[in-house]
């Protein structure tokens, strides 16, 4: 029998705008979550400066600061939130079994909500300088440099794409690309080449970036490539921001083997739900979108886990389990 101590009814697998919203609604409904914020509390949108997409902030808001009123929300309604990481998981027998550093907990429904990281180049000035001219999300920041000329790094359908949403604030966007071809679909190229405002620089790759966080990015040391490897040419690329489009990656490789994972390691659910495969099992955020990515949706979908959890608790008459102490 599970310790009284360690035991909850809903457990959320991190934060972010899923996991919290999840959080609030499984509160709400007197379940008594538990939730394991992760090794990024807030999710991305702490590395995140402005948010002016989020509904309700006409000014904007921060994004440390929307995630930190999210997270008050939650603790509000008596969520206890957890400044832990769950590193295994057993969903192959009731009560899931969840470890951490700290120990093991069990949980009559589980809420998935570990987001997915952006893919970065690894530059130290990169992480230095996210959020102050270099960006991962170009639908999120793309306003902030109206009237600027940026670059974007990525050769997929997912740079073309924002490449071209850049255009609608931007005066030029460079791509730059690794090799002498894009990865891109067709389509996609054929749009991104169509527009005027849209420049391509081939076999090159960014080895630095340059600028402060007070006045942002400058510019970028490129370095010329062959098939892909240095040649040992670097010249700088002025240029007033750096959006990086080289993909995402779901953060659900604790769930592999025992959820069913597209291609691209994406958690899949029943379409229009959050239901997994195991019943008590529910994914909601970038976990297991693809498609949108943004704050708006994945509080939507924690949203959705909440009540789908609700309501397999109540077909599966389970009585209210003590809360963790």
Avoid: W
Wanted: charged fraction near 20%; aromatic fraction near 8%; hydrophobic fraction near 40%.
């Amino acid at each position: 029998m599970s310790n009284p101590q360690t035991h909850t009814q809903v457990a959320i697998i991190g934060s972010g705008p899923a996991g919290y919203t999840a959080a609030i609604y499984a509160a709400r409904a007197n379940l008594s979550p538990v939730m394991f914020q992760g090794l990024q509390p807030g999710g991305q949108l702490t590395i995140t400066t402005d948010v002016e997409n989020f509904p309700g902030f006409p000014e904007g808001i921060l994004g440390p600061d929307l995630m930190e009123m999210m997270k008050k929300q939650a603790e509000r309604f008596e969520t206890k939130v957890l400044f832990e990481t769950v590193n295994e998981v057993d969903l192959s027998a009731r009560p899931f079994t969840l470890k951490t550093d700290n120990g093991a907990y069990t949980a009559d429904t589980v809420i998935i909500s570990t987001g997915a990281s952006a893919k970065l180049l690894g530059l130290e000035a990169e992480k230095r300088l996210m959020g102050h001219g270099v960006s991962a999300c170009a639908t999120c920041d793309g306003f902030f440099f109206r009237g600027k000329q940026v670059a974007i790094v990525g050769g997929g359908d997912s740079a073309m794409e924002e490449a071209n949403f850049l255009t609608r604030f931007c005066d030029k966007v460079t791509v730059i690309h690794r090799r002498e071809t894009l990865r891109a679909s067709k389509i996609m190229q054929e749009r991104a080449m169509a527009n005027p405002k849209i420049e391509f620089v081939y076999n090159a790759g960014v080895k630095d970036i340059l600028g402060d966080k007070e006045s942002g990015v400058r510019a970028l040391v490129l370095e010329t490539l062959k098939d892909g490897k240095p040649t040992g040419e670097t010249r700088e690329f002025e240029t007033q921001g750096l959006f990086v489009a080289i993909g995402h990656e779901p953060n659900t490789k604790l769930f592999q083997g025992q959820l069913d994972l597209d291609p691209t390691g994406y958690i899949i659910v029943t379409p229009g739900t959050s239901l997994t495969k195991i019943p008590g099992v529910f994914a909601c955020g970038d976990a297991q979108d693809h498609r949108y990515r943004q704050a708006i949706t994945a509080a939507g979908s924690g949203c959705m886990a909440a009540m789908d959890a609700e309501k397999y608790l109540e077909s599966q008459a389970h009585t209210k389990a003590p809360a963790m102490a």
